[in-house]
């Protein structure tokens, strides 16, 4: 081989490790500096782009709280960033109402306790109490017909 083909290929090599593989290699430890500045009580936003606050930190999930009382459990490579109050745009206050949250109209159903029901906590008891309840099937109409497996016709509607 001629010295310029040696040259050339080692220029080629040259060029893939400082295009492709070194930038590759300074993200992945960026990643593990991340990875190992997490603590509990660390405010992060995750690659879905919640924000959250680290209550509980394993080898590979973290538990992240959301707003009071609303936890999520996530992988810990989920964590895109450690954030600060003030790259937050919002704060979520318990004392506060929101201000774009709308009333809800009167003319939309309302679920009501079924007082028939003595199992209060049973999701079973609530019923729809406005005049859009859905109808009931007439059980006289008959069912239009299924194929099974080989194409035939089975069900009721196959006795034709």
Known sequence: MEWGTILMVAVLVAAMYFIMIRPAKKQQAAKQKLMDSLG??????????????????????????????????????AVAKVTSSEEEEFEYSETEASPAADPIPEDWPVL??????????????????????????????????????????????SDR
Request: aromatic content about 2%.
């Open 40 to 77: 509990v009580g660390s405010r992060v936003m995750l690659t879905s782009g919640i924000y959250g606050t680290i209550r509980h930190l394993g080898d590979k999930q973290a538990i992240i709280e959301i707003s009071p009382g609303v936890d999520l459990t996530v992988v810990r490579a």
């Open 112 to 157: 009501a306790q079924d007082p028939a029901d003595s199992d209060a906590a049973a999701p079973d008891g609530f019923q729809l109490t406005a005049d859009a309840a859905p109808e009931e099937a007439d059980p006289t109409e008959a069912a239009p017909p299924s194929l099974d497996v080989s194409g035939k016709e089975t069900g009721p509607a």
